[in-house]
């Protein structure tokens, strides 16, 4: 079946069966073809190819189908379809080969197809912030202590837990902006590593795929898989930090916290405790993302050490991508999922930050203010807290904090109202 191989000869099809990229193709399958559409019009448009020779692999373009490309024997999809083409229009089919590189080829389909994922996250972050922002209106008067060294620190409200995660997820869609660019570059016309001879357009031929923008150098632009690891990268990155907020949605389920009552749907049982409510969803996202985290990191391993140009480590550093991209896609839309179903108890949260010398840093600073160096109050505070008799502002009050990002309800309600007004409701 294979076609480039044939004048190499060799009995068994080890390079088939062991290298072919075919199954991981069908991620860019219609890109691929996309792209041969781009090339061959291009071909027409500069009559470096007979004009009905053209219109006839066009006519098979248009017919093909992913699913008759996906079929094993072949290197990868950019030989099944060469094959195909020239199976269905004849010997001229043979013309797609003229100014192409398979590396030029893959190249853009990884581009064109990131971009998709790309938008397609930034869309499930913005639902997710919306949902976040809408949770946090309800909740911003909900007094809870907040956590460090997973100690009661100071008391802030649930709606500015939410808030933090809306930011979180705002800066990811300001970084998968700024990643865009770098990935909407054409590298169409570079050739294997040096470009062609056939006098394609570069420019032209980007515009006919759709790209923004065209990758100058020709090694630069079939040999670089920097786009897909500052992408990779950038949604790694914001999903490792997105686990501490499902790390602690898991721990606030727990009845020892008791917080957070999740959704009916996100919950499963024990097949041998019946009292069991186990988060499982946030569970297998936490699990997800660590391995999300090793995939972005495989990306860049098996780049790292190939010399500059093409080399078939490539192929096997792709799927890592589209893996970071769908555990992250899925995630968001789980964590949605579950902060629209859960509840909150900001009554038991409540006892917590009133149970626990939660604003000892406000009655410090109260005094300060009044104008004892806040040292002094400090240690006077200290020692009252030591001694059980410290008389400590509630919690409800403390929250009140003038700065802006506070945990102030008033604020908070602002905050969220600001991001809600960018929502669709
Ligand atoms: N299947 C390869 C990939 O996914 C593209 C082919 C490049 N092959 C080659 N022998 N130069 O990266």
């Given at each position: 079946m294979a076609l480039y191989r044939r004048w190499i000869g060799g009995g068994s099809d080890v390079v088939s069966s062991y290298t072919s990229s075919i199954e991981d193709d069908a991620e860019i399958a219609e890109e691929v073809i996309a792209v041969m559409k781009a090339h061959v019009s291009h071909l027409v448009e500069r009559g470096l190819v007979p004009r009905e020779d053209g219109e006839a692999i066009l006519k098979a373009l248009e017919e093909v189908r992913a699913e008759d490309l996906l079929k094993p024997g072949y290197e990868d999809v950019h030989e099944a379809l060469e094959d195909y083409l020239i199976k269905?229009?004849?010997?001229?089919?043979?013309?797609?080969?003229?100014g192409r590189s398979r590396n030029d080829h893959v190249a853009a389909a990884i581009r064109l197809k990131l971009l998709r994922r790309i938008d397609a996250l930034r869309a499930s972050a913005e639902r997710l912030i919306c949902a976040a922002a809408r949770r946090a209106v309800e909740y911003a008067d909900c007094v809870m202590p907040s956590f460090t060294h997973f100690q009661p620190a100071q008391p802030i409200t649930f709606g500015h837990y939410l808030l933090a995660l809306a930011?979180?997820?705002?800066?990811?869609?300001?970084?998968?902006n700024s990643v865009r660019p770098v990935v909407d570059k054409s590298p169409l016309g570079s050739g294997p590593s040096g470009g062609t001879s056939a006098p394609l357009d570069r420019a032209r031929l980007a515009q006919l795929a759709g790209f923004g923008g065209v990758v100058e150098n020709t090694l630069y632009a079939s040999s670089s898989r920097f786009f897909a690891s500052l992408a990779a990268s950038a949604v790694a990155s914001a999903l490792a930090e997105l686990s501490r907020f499902v790390d602690d949605f898991i721990a606030w389920s727990s009845p020892l916290i008791g917080y957070v009552e999740p959704p009916p749907e996100h919950v499963s049982t024990s097949s041998i405790m019946?009292?069991?409510?186990?988060p499982v969803t946030l569970e297998v996202l936490r699990a997800r993302i660590s391995e999300a985290v090793a995939d972005a990191l495989a990306l860049l391993a098996v780049q790292e050490k190939i010399g500059y140009g093409y080399s078939l480590d490539l192929q096997e550093a792709t799927r890592h991508l589209w893996r970071v991209f769908k555990t992250a896609e899925e995630g968001l839309d789980v964590?949605?999922?579950?902060?629209?179903g859960m509840k909150f108890h900001c009554d038991k949260a409540y006892r917590d930050a009133a149970g626990f010398p939660t604003t000892s840093s406000d009655a410090a600073e109260k005094m300060a203010l009044a104008g004892m160096p806040f040292r002094e109050a400090y240690f006077e505070v200290a020692e009252a807290v030591k001694a059980g008799s410290a008389q400590l502002p509630d919690p409800r009050e403390a929250v009140k904090r003038p700065v802006l990002g506070s945990p102030d309800p008033e604020a908070v309600r602002r905050s969220a109202m600001e991001r809600l007004a960018k929502c669709q409701h």
């Open positions: 269905r229009a004849g010997p001229r089919g043979g013309w797609v080969g003229l930011e979180l997820l705002s800066d990811l869609t300001t970084a998968l019946p009292h069991k409510r186990n964590l949605r999922g579950f902060l629209e």
